[in-house]
Nanobody, 121 residues
Framework: QVQLVESGGGLVQPGGSLRLSCAAS????????MAWYRQAPGKQRELVAE????????NYADSVKGRFTISRDSANNTVDLQMNSLKPEDTAVYYC??????????????WGQGTQVTVSS
């Protein structure tokens, strides 16, 4: 059974930091691109950051560039999102996403259940 389990969300003050982690199981981690998405109430789900299967290429939304860093650990099958200088606009549910890149297929896309991040004073 494929599982993506997010952790690390919580309440933080503006300007603070938070580190999210996504633990993947049931997939061959090394052949999956990984990403973090977020969705705020009343808004569309948006891509925050992504990292290629080998970890060689990263991409960030303009709104988080320079503040967030995505990384992956092949030994532990995890992908992290380090979030610094957090703003109230970053408040959202953050979701982990996995997409197979070896012979990709729409059926090989998976989502975690999400973790809430609230930035408020």
């Amino acid at each position: 059974q494929v599982q993506l389990v997010e952790s690390g969300g919580g309440l933080v003050q503006p300007g603070g930091s938070l580190r999210l982690s996504c633990a993947a199981s049931g997939i061959i981690f090394r052949i999956y691109d990984m990403a973090w998405y977020r969705q705020a109430p009343g808004k569309q789900r948006e891509l925050v950051a992504e990292i290629t299967s080998g970890g060689g290429i990263t991409n960030y939304a303009d709104s988080v560039k320079g503040r967030f860093t995505i990384s992956r650990d092949s030994a532990n099958n995890t992908v992290d999102l380090q979030m610094n200088s957090l703003k109230p606009e970053d408040t959202a549910v953050y979701y982990c996403n996995a997409r197979r890149v070896l012979l990709p297929s729409p059926q090989y896309r998976y989502w975690g259940q999400g973790t809430q991040v609230t930035v408020s004073s």
